[in-house]
């Protein structure tokens, strides 16, 4: 069928192009620059605005060969990867669902592209995408109340809500419940360790015996405290011993003293005891789940935790057994809710009914 051919190629170019208007979102959107002001993308490197012959999406990177026209900056494959991940979601979206649905699945997914992204490289989901994508999906609902098993568009509005309040609520409790557990996560050494903290620029290194890890990496929200009780410890010519030093991103206090980290160059010791913040979920992924409710309904919320913690402890064992840098590691909890959405999306049928022969042999 010639028409239907022509459809599916116009979803996939559709998808390249929201794809590349999702780059601006996550380039913008954690730095709260505005999405339309200026119209015209500009490169990243030398602000130089690109013309529209060479925003393309998918194509122009390409001929480009991922450099900026101008000055030759390389622009990262981010680009090109958010634009071909948006056009094939788009045409599978196309290919699988009736098209009321389908265009709500457009809206859904192109939410979940930015949201993931923007955790992956910042840590937050912003507002933007979470409480402005839970007000989409009731909306959606309220429009095709087949997103919601029911042809009544006013229960489908009802259940869309309610789903959302589920999916805040639930995941509130894991991260209450969270925080009893693993608020903070305590590794004893085995013996006293030598460890620098070494300061360059804006960041700083450091090492805990032949373990070296970014300073900035520990910290992912303001309040976040890393603990060190030491034996010994030395900066600016003083010395302590057997002290705990309370470090925030940007200060460390010893008893009732504070320095900021600025005004530091090194610090060494030995240490005994580590307490790193580790709190996986952020008050984003809360308003996420939300966002999930109101677009794919109640049972997507609960296989979205489920899933997303498999899929999380999964890629964490993994590289628990590549990576060395294992107790410096963080993740954020948001792509992997967003991959267990994508998961019910297009399997939940499939899923539900293996359940339901596992119930009625
Ligand atoms: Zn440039």
């Keep these: 069928m010639i028409h239907e051919r022509f459809f599916s190629v116009m979803a996939f ?3 390249a192009c929201i794809g590349s208007f999702l780059n601006v ?3 913008r959107l954690p730095l709260n620059l505005s999405i339309n002001q200026p119209r015209r993308s500009f490169c990243p490197s030398c602000k130089t605005q690109i013309p529209w012959h060479q925003n393309l999406p998918l194509v122009s990177w390409l001929l480009l060969r991922g450099r900026c026209a101008d000055c030759g900056a390389r622009i990262a494959f981010r680009y090109f990867l958010v ?3 948006t056009a094939l979601f ?3 979206i196309w290919k699988t669902f009736p098209w009321q649905i389908a265009i709500a699945y457009w809206a859904f997914i192109a939410l979940v592209i930015a949201a993931t992204f923007i955790d992956f490289e910042h840590f937050i989901i912003p ?3 979470t409480i402005g994508g839970t007000i989409a999906g009731l909306l959606a609902s309220l429009a095709v109340p087949q997103l919601m098993n029911t042809d009544r568009r006013l229960i489908a ?3 869309s809500a ?3 309040a589920l999916g805040y609520a639930l995941l509130w409790l894991v991260l209450e419940a969270g925080k009893l557990v693993f608020g903070k996560k305590r590794i004893r050494l085995d013996k006293p360790t030598a460890f620098t903290w070494t300061r360059h620029g804006d960041d700083a290194d450091f090492i805990v015996g032949d373990e070296k890890s970014l300073w900035s990496d520990f910290f992912a929200r303001e309040k976040d405290q890393l603990l060190l009780h030491c034996s010994t410890v030395t900066f600016v010519d003083r010395e302590f011993s057997d002290v705990i030093l309370r470090f925030h991103y940007n200060r460390v206090q010893v008893g009732e003293d504070s320095f900021e980290l600025d005004q530091l160059d090194v610090i060494t010791g030995i240490a005994n005891e580590i307490e790193i913040p580790r709190e996986a979920m952020g008050r984003g992924d809360l308003k996420f789940l939300a966002c999930i409710g109101a677009f794919l309904g109640w049972r997507a919320v609960l296989f979205a935790i489920f899933a997303g913690s498999l899929y999380g402890s999964a890629v964490g064992l993994v590289t628990l057994i590549l990576g060395k840098r294992v107790w410096s590691l963080k993740l954020p909890f948001g792509p992997y809710l967003a991959l267990g959405a994508i998961t019910w999306m297009f399997c939940g049928d499939s899923v539900l009914g293996w359940y339901r022969s ?3 042999p």
């Design 83 to 85: 634009e071909l991940l």
């Design 157 to 159: 509005l009802i259940i």
């Design 25 to 27: 979102c996550i380039y």
């Design 358 to 360: 596992m119930l009625i």
């Design 162 to 164: 309610a789903s959302a």
């Design 90 to 92: 788009f045409l599978v």
């Design 13 to 15: 170019v559709l998808g």
């Design 127 to 129: 507002d933007e995408i």
